[in-house]
């Protein structure tokens, strides 16, 4: 989509979005995204992100207020609702890109993590959803009914990816979380949903080790090859239009058909490249 037209999505809407480092992340690209659709939003991350990331940039571009929320903080996530509640009133969505793992990071084997640090994991990446989500409706009431919260996730939740290790678990919990809470707020017409975004080359994506077979792997395998970081924001911005408001609960796969691919031509041809008659 062109980057500085928009159609107008998102005009009136206001939201917050979790989790934007730096250009190449995907939440930074939904931030552009939501701006160009005529959207405000807060933009919120860990102070040590803050600290390394180029959030000030982005908010600069978008307009945008900065706010420091570790996510597995009660009392910085109330601070966070209380701060929206201050500068919109209430909002109509949510944009979970929480993602860390020290296990992964100092590359444990999952057959033997740290189990401080599995619970770090689970706490940051999916749990945090579970806390943002009851500060938003139930503590703070920010969130609008109708509104619209997406986290994005992997197809790791599925399928064992070996070097995402305790991440795969993360993702999964993840999923779940979304879906327990999609039922029980659905009433008020809010929706929650996963996006289930492909290999994307990332900071934190290429991080993991491994990352570059992982993304060779699905480009190879999927039809149309792995959707970019833009190409998510703008799925996104659709989920949080009033054009999907009969969509919740659900793990939407955006990773060009690589989900319900066995197997493609491309990906028999560059096997018979590399092994011959073998294949």
Not at 68 to 75: A, L
Not at 133 to 156: C, P, R, W, Y
Not at 240 to 266: A, P, Y
Request: glycine share 8%.
């Amino acid at each position: 989509m062109n980057q500085t037209t928009g159609f107008g999505l998102l005009k009136g809407k206001k939201g917050i979005i979790f989790g934007a480092l730096d250009e190449r992340s995907i939440a930074w690209r939904t931030a552009l995204a939501c701006h160009r659709e005529g959207a405000a939003f807060i933009l919120t991350n860990a102070p040590v992100a803050l600290r390394l990331g180029q959030l000030n940039a982005l908010a600069e571009q978008t307009g945008a207020d900065v706010v420091s929320c570790d996510v597995t903080s009660d009392e910085d996530v109330i601070k966070l609702m209380e701060t929206v509640k201050e500068k919109f009133g209430k909002v109509d969505f949510i944009l979970h890109s929480v993602g860390m793992s020290p296990n992964v990071r100092k590359g444990k084997d999952y057959k033997s993590l740290n189990y401080d640090w599995y619970f770090q994991t689970l706490n940051i990446s999916a749990i945090s959803l579970h806390r943002v989500l009851h500060h938003a409706t139930e503590t703070s009431n920010v969130l609008n009914d109708g509104g619209s919260v997406v986290a994005l996730t992997f197809i790791a939740a599925q399928r064992i990816f070996s070097k995402y290790s305790d991440m795969n678990d993360a993702k999964a919990l993840l999923e779940s979380i979304a879906r327990n809470w999609g039922m029980r707020i659905g009433a008020r017409g809010i929706r929650v949903n996963t996006v289930s975004q492909a290999p994307t080359a990332t900071s934190a994506g290429t991080g993991i080790k491994g990352f570059d077979a992982m993304f060779t792997y699905a480009q190879a395998v999927a039809p149309m090859g792995n959707p970019t970081a833009d190409d998510c924001a703008d799925y996104c911005v659709s989920l949080f239009s009033d054009l999907t408001k009969g969509v919740t609960m659900q793990n939407l796969f955006h990773d060009g058909g690589f989900s319900t691919t066995g197997i493609s031509e491309r990906f028999v041809s560059e096997m018979k490249e590399l092994f011959g008659d073998i294949v």
